[in-house]
């Protein structure tokens, strides 16, 4: 009877340091970081104490689809034009809502 081996998953490439340095945290306990390559890092605390960064790339608008562009900027015109109303006015109208059913009986 035939049996089928499976071939072992290669490993990727070893990480590599590409730049070792001290770096002291400041009154407000922040550090620089030297030749970052992104802006943006999701930050994870270990319970060891160590913190692992992990670089974020914002999406490209031609990532985002033309009709998700569209639906933005047809909302952000209605904004501007006063057509929208702000989070306070959202709120204020829910609970007045929530105040006059609560009342019914």
């Known amino acids: 009877m035939p049996t089928l081996t499976l071939e072992r998953p ?3 490439q070893r ?3 590409v730049e070792n340095y ?10 620089s ?6 802006k ?3 930050v994870k605390a270990l319970s060891n104490g160590c913190f ?4 974020r790339v914002l999406v490209p608008p031609r990532a ?11 909302s952000v015109a209605d904004l501007k034009k006063g057509l929208a109303l702000d ?10 809502e929530f105040d006059a059913k609560e009342w019914q009986w």
Do not use: G, W
């Open 22 to 31: 001290d770096v002291a945290a400041d009154a407000k306990k922040r550090i």
């Open 52 to 55: 692992l960064l992990e670089p």
């Open 10 to 12: 290669r490993r990727k």
């Open 64 to 74: 985002i689809s033309a009709r998700s562009l569209k639906m933005l900027d047809k």
């Open 87 to 96: 989070d306070l006015a959202i709120m204020r109208q829910l609970t007045n």
């Open 15 to 17: 990480l590599t340091v």
């Open 40 to 42: 943006y890092f999701h």
């Open 33 to 38: 970081l030297r030749s970052a390559k992104t």
